[in-house]
């Protein structure tokens, strides 16, 4: 069923040495800037108190989006507990818009972490039928898919259906 999109043979690698400690990331002590925090990333499509929604840059996955927490803080455990409770529905909300856009079957969330310091989740849209794609297949194989034009990544995640994403959290119903 899942499948890699690369052709066989492929041949199992060795795990390089070590590197510890590791190199500081973005936004942490002693690395570079957090490019969420200094602006570097594209623009928020949607916004409320505690959360950001960004499309990607150069990615392949049409209606996928990113959010980020406002506060500059790394994981689920270092969110201030008003925000983190907040997750969950505003998740539920965003899974729901991206259903709604057309040939998605099902909407996969990674939260890696590795580049950045400051906490953001993709929600990247699994292609209906394209099953070889499932589970950790999707990210790999949204790397070596063709990509969309920038404007037509934003165009996707600007195009949230009336209700699905509320623009204030007082509208929600
Ligand atoms: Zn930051």
């Given at each position: 069923m899942s499948t890699l999109p690369y052709q066989e043979p492929l041949v199992v690698r060795e795990p390089g040495?070590?590197?510890?400690?590791e190199p500081a990331r973005r936004g942490e002590p002693g690395g570079p800037p957090c490019a969420i925090c200094s602006g570097e990333t594209r623009a928020a499509v949607w916004s409320e108190e505690n959360w950001t929604l960004h499309p990607p840059a150069q990615g392949s996955l049409v209606g996928a989006v990113w959010l980020a927490s406002?506060?500059?803080?790394?994981?689920f455990s270092d969110l201030p507990e008003e925000v983190a409770s907040t997750f969950g529905p505003v998740a539920a909300r965003i899974e729901r818009a991206i259903l709604s856009l057309d040939d998605v079957a099902r909407v996969h969330l990674y939260r890696w972490g590795d580049g950045g310091a400051h906490f953001h989740v993709w929600f990247l849209p699994r292609p209906l039928g394209m099953l070889e794609a499932s589970g950790m297949m999707l990210p790999v194989w949204e790397d070596v898919l063709p990509n969309v034009a920038d404007s037509g990544l934003a165009e996707a995640a600007e195009r949230w259906p009336a209700g699905s994403v509320p623009a204030t959290p007082s509208s929600s119903g």
């Open positions: 040495p070590l590197q510890i400690p406002r506060v500059h803080e790394d994981s």
